[in-house]
């Protein structure tokens, strides 16, 4: 019995090379001609300046910060690529800028986790709604919201509100909002700094 299963196995590996059948990716996709796994399904949603590349370059210009009427005016961003920005100064006080290159690949809060983060599908529905506002605004008593903006797409974060999910952040808004809090404290203190007027 043994003898029969295996040749009837050798034969059908047989046909399948003659054929030519390609093995897919690890979820077994089809494989393009190089060989990798062919493109997913063009289903998800998009927005105008998120486009999915390598991970040496950030997919989007983006920039954030804390919005209110705190005495403290602080900016950060990502550009050119992928060289963070930080612009902060107390009232009255000179403007402190900074700015370092993030690290591609396989670093802490890197390009590569940059990318993921725009590209999740709570992201991408948000910034098509864009300008949106998600959670409870506490500026009107004085708080203040998280500022999030893509290739000038704004999002917003306010408090989050358990009690009443027409205003729940998004799992992957919050998600990514944390991220660029991470960016923000990982390479802050490694950049290199100059005051301004």
Do not use: K
Request: glycine share 10%; hydrophobic share 40%.
């Amino acid at each position: 019995m043994f003898r029969v299963f295996l040749a009837g196995w050798l034969v059908a590996l047989l046909e399948m090379g003659c054929a030519g059948v390609t093995r897919g990716g690890p979820q077994g996709a089809p494989a393009d001609s190089a060989g990798s796994p062919a493109d997913a399904p063009a289903d998800e949603p998009s927005a105008p300046g998120v486009a999915r590349r390598d991970c040496a370059c950030a997919d989007a210009n983006l920039a954030w910060w804390r919005a209110g009427t705190g005495p403290r005016r602080a900016e950060s961003s990502i550009s050119d690529c992928r060289v963070y920005s930080n612009r902060s100064r107390e009232l009255d006080s000179r403007w402190t800028s900074c700015s370092r290159e993030l690290s591609t690949c396989g670093e802490r809060f890197d390009v590569d986790d940059l990318n993921r983060g725009l590209a999740d599908r709570d992201v991408l529905t948000a910034l098509a709604q864009a300008p949106v506002l998600f959670g409870a605004d506490p500026r009107p008593r004085g708080g203040e919201v998280d500022h999030i903006e893509v290739e000038g797409r704004i999002i917003e974060l306010g408090n989050d509100c358990a009690d009443d999910p027409r205003c729940a952040i998004p799992p992957g808004v919050a998600a990514l909002d944390q991220l660029l809090g991470h960016i923000e404290l990982f390479q802050l203190p490694q950049a290199s700094c100059t005051e301004s007027v």
